[in-house]
């Protein structure tokens, strides 16, 4: 699957799912049963990501090589450049090939826990082009998404900056930018056009993460600097219990996926935190469609 981007070609809205690699063997056993449970939707395919400095980058490809075998979909890996030399890069993108890995979601990754700041790894890459750059000098069989920041990316100075990033990246060989979580669809309609302004022509995924815990939303939006609206904040403040908090999450995302829908995106990438209900709850609106 070296064009990626051919997986956006049908009318049909392309679903994928982002997957992380579980501590256990019982729990992966319980990842694939999720796995199955969600392809009643019929996905394009699954991603995973790995653990902090590659820590889990072992457990990341068995996990996409089960995901192929009881799925028969294309796999993607996550890739990032914390704490890795070239070669080591390269080392596991030939691992990654070889389990049957087709695609790769190339990130510069988040700074090391405990530090503010990135630094560029000695004899490896500081930024994510540099990165895609290498997959296609290697030419590795395989697609690549990057990520989007609807948003603007934490660290950058302004949107005109990030997007100057972006741009590098699809123009390094990137086929699909896979963007940053966020719950305001005018952010991203805002996004999109700013990418069509910068002749970023690739296909731009909106990914999604439904709410369900209003605490841990709090800190994942804190880390990724996504805004909660208003509404959606005093609703989730007002909520009883964690039951409320899950049907107001799922209700929001809800709506923000059919209004995605009705605006044509190519396809909708979902964060689903190796768990299944959120997903199915939100997602029974497309088994008409």
């Keep these: 699957m070296t064009d990626f981007a051919s997986i956006y070609d049908d009318e049909r809205v392309a679903i994928s799912f982002e ?8 729990k ?10 969600l392809m009643q939707f019929e996905p394009a395919y699954f991603t995973c990501t790995y653990g902090a400095g590659g820590s889990t ?3 990341t490809l068995e996990i ?8 028969s979909l294309p796999v993607a890996s996550h890739l990032t450049c914390v704490g890795a030399t070239r070669q080591e890069l390269e080392e596991y993108l030939e691992l990654a090939v070889a389990a049957g890995t087709n695609a790769i979601v190339a990130l510069r990754g988040d700074p090391p826990k405990g530090t503010d700041t990135f630094v560029k790894p000695e004899g490896g890459f500081g930024y994510a082009n540099e990165l895609v750059e290498m997959i296609r000098e290697v030419q590795a069989p395989v697609g690549i998404a990057v990520a989007g920041y609807p948003e603007v990316h934490q660290e950058a100075v302004d949107g005109p900056t990030d997007l100057a990033n972006l741009k590098r990246k699809v123009d390094a060989g990137a086929d699909a930018v896979i963007t940053q979580l966020f719950y305001d669809n005018e952010d991203f309609y805002r996004f ?3 990418c069509d302004g910068a002749n970023i022509g690739v296909p ?4 999604i993460l439904p709410v369900t815990n209003f605490a841990q939303a709090k800190r994942i939006a804190n880390m990724c600097k996504a805004r909660i609206p208003d509404d959606l904040g005093e609703a989730m403040e007002a909520a009883d219990n964690r039951e409320e908090e899950f049907e107001i999450g799922v209700e929001h995302a809800r ?3 059919l209004d995605l829908i009705d605006k044509k995106v190519p396809g909708i990438h979902l964060y689903v935190l190796n768990q299944c209900e959120a997903a199915i709850r939100m997602l029974d609106i497309l088994q008409p469609r």
């Design 192 to 194: 999109l056009d700013d």
């Design 19 to 26: 997957l992380f690699p579980p501590k256990t063997d019982e």
């Design 204 to 207: 731009i995924i909106p990914g």
């Design 255 to 257: 709506k923000q996926v």
């Design 64 to 71: 996409l090589k089960r995901v192929k075998e009881i799925t």
């Design 28 to 37: 992966c056993e319980e990842l694939y049963q999720t796995v199955r449970q």
């Design 57 to 59: 980058q072992g457990r």
